[in-house]
């Protein structure tokens, strides 16, 4: 399964790919995974706050509303376990990904200047 998943990262993020062992050393630390063959989803809860650490849908099922239905899932879940906040970081000119966390309620309330290799990130958060 986490073959699979390395696979499918890896055409959401091919300059940066995941191997099988990043995603379980993931999972080691506490994370929690959500996984298809059209998406995934890894967040991580501590104490009342939450991150998405990494999101992504098949290039063949974008603007379907996978990566909206998994952010609620992610939510509901760390709510129920106590986190009032979800966290995420995005690369300013990643549009896609921002336009998508914008559509399902989070807001800017910082900057990490040239955090992804020269780009800048975006921080992002939401009332959960
Ligand atoms: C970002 C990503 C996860 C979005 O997944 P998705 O399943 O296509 O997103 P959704 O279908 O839930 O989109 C919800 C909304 O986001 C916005 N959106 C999504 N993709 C968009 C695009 N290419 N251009 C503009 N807006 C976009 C739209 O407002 C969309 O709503 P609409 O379809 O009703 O207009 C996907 O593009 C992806 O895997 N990208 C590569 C990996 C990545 O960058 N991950 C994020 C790292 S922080």
Redesign the pocket.
Known sequence: MLNELAQLHAL??PHKPWAASDFADLKKSGCDIIASEH?FIVWRVVADQAEII????HPDA???????AMLVLAESDAKTRGANKMF?E?AEN????R??YE?NGYTQIGVRPKYYDGVDAILMEKNI
């Open positions: 959401c993020f998406g990494t999101i992504g849908v974008r603007q379907t509303g996978i990566a909206s995420l995005v990643n549009r896609p990904a336009a998508m559509k």
